[in-house]
């Protein structure tokens, strides 16, 4: 049946569990005035719990937002959150965030490029002495009626940038040690996740994508390691943290190619980890990029077993410009020949604001954007 043909009768973002047909990443764009209080409390100037009462503001805002759309799945917009990763990672004892001399090369539009050489280690042992960010999440449930969804970072990419030269070899002088207490540290705090009523819960994975470049996998290699090694091995981390879970307790992967302040690091299609990753991850589905050619082509979706869902990011979160109708529904039409159509889903490619800054967009494009995917996912699938 052809995309274009199906016509909407009732929402279809409302129709199934997790991943929904309209779904999206996670993150949202701050408002001005959450940026404006944080930066208050960086000077002093603002108590903790201050701060708290703001971003509690924003993020009853922006869960209305996505409410506003039709949106089934509503997140924080990660309000709490400097960084999509660093926050959560280095919650775990341990893990430090650093400058080193590991630089990362991010590139934009019309040749814009930057770098950054921040990046996150293991001085000591992984372990998980409190909750991270259980209290977030509870929040966040009790200010929507519909489905709260968790975002978390995958634990590889702090292992890919760098290898075995980021976790201490006096900490750690056996690597499977780590990795063991790193399992240990993240299923304690996605149990507590689960006990305070968390039913959906997204990993965003930086390291398949990116192996995907052959920049990066030519550092990767550099650096000891080898790519297609990682891409088992960061299949089986994944795998031993979600492992045992309640068929209720849905649990989706996003790879990003990065993203910060609309620029990217990765580029080349899933061709070199689809195999892998998507006969071997143990996940109910993936958020994948495929916003731009960046992203190469559907045929690697061959690879996807029947029945487990793949959300097309087709809409993009780096730039202002509004996808058409047509051209998504044209686009998902060209998945079917690898995916069936009742296993595909809809969102934007990544989310709008990995960090505090956020893409270069408003908050009115981004609030259209999300309609745009509510809107064609009730086209293209109505209830079903």
């Known amino acids: 049946m052809s995309a274009q043909a199906s016509q909407a009768a009732s929402p279809a973002a409302t129709q199934h569990r997790p991943p929904f047909r309209a779904d999206h990443v996670g993150s949202l764009l701050r408002p001005v005035y959450l940026k404006e209080a944080r930066e208050q409390a960086e000077r002093g100037e603002m108590t903790r719990e201050q701060l708290r009462a703001v971003e509690d503001r924003a993020i009853r805002e922006v869960v209305k937002l996505q409410e506003e759309v039709g949106l089934q799945s509503v997140t924080d917009g990660e309000f709490r959150r400097a960084f999509w990763h660093v926050d959560f990672l280095s919650g775990f004892d341990g893990i430090k965030w650093t400058h080193g001399n590991y630089a990362v090369n991010f590139k934009g539009e019309g040749g814009v490029t930057a770098q950054t050489s921040s990046m996150l280690v293991v001085a000591g042992k992984v372990k998980r002495s409190r909750p991270i960010m259980v209290d977030h999440f509870a929040y966040l449930k009790s200010v929507t009626s519909r489905t709260p969804k968790f975002c978390i970072p995958s634990p590889t990419y702090m292992h890919m940038r760098g290898g075995r030269k980021v976790v201490d070899k006096t900490a750690y002088p056996d690597m499977a040690e780590f990795w063991a207490d790193v399992v240990g540290a993240y299923r304690a ?99 994948l990029e495929y916003d731009t050619e960046r992203a190469g082509g559907f045929e690697p979706l061959r690879f996807v077993p029947k029945g487990r869902k793949i959300v097309l990011g087709l809409v993009s979160s780096k730039t202002p410009e509004l996808e058409t109708k047509d051209g998504l529904k044209r686009r998902i039409d060209e998945a079917t020949k690898y995916v ?43 209830g079903r």
């Open 189 to 287: 705090e996605i149990a507590d996740l689960r006990a305070a009523g968390c039913d959906y819960l997204q990993l965003d994975d930086v390291s398949f994508a990116t192996m995907c470049d052959p920049t990066i996998r030519s550092q990767v290699a550099q650096d000891g390691e080898d790519p297609a090694s990682l891409a088992v091995l960061y299949t089986d981390i994944v795998n031993a943290i979600t492992k045992g879970r309640e068929p209720s307790h849905a649990v989706t992967m996003h790879t990003c190619r990065g993203n910060a302040t609309s620029m990217w690091m990765a580029e080349g299609g899933y061709d070199p980890v689809a195999e892998v990753l998507f006969n071997r991850a143990d996940v109910d589905g993936f958020f």
């Open 340 to 382: 069936r159509l009742e296993d595909l889903c809809l969102s934007p490619q990544c989310g709008f604001a990995s960090s505090h800054h956020g893409n270069k967009i408003t908050e009115e494009i981004e609030r259209h954007k999300l309609a745009l995917v509510v809107e064609v996912a009730n086209e293209v699938w109505g």
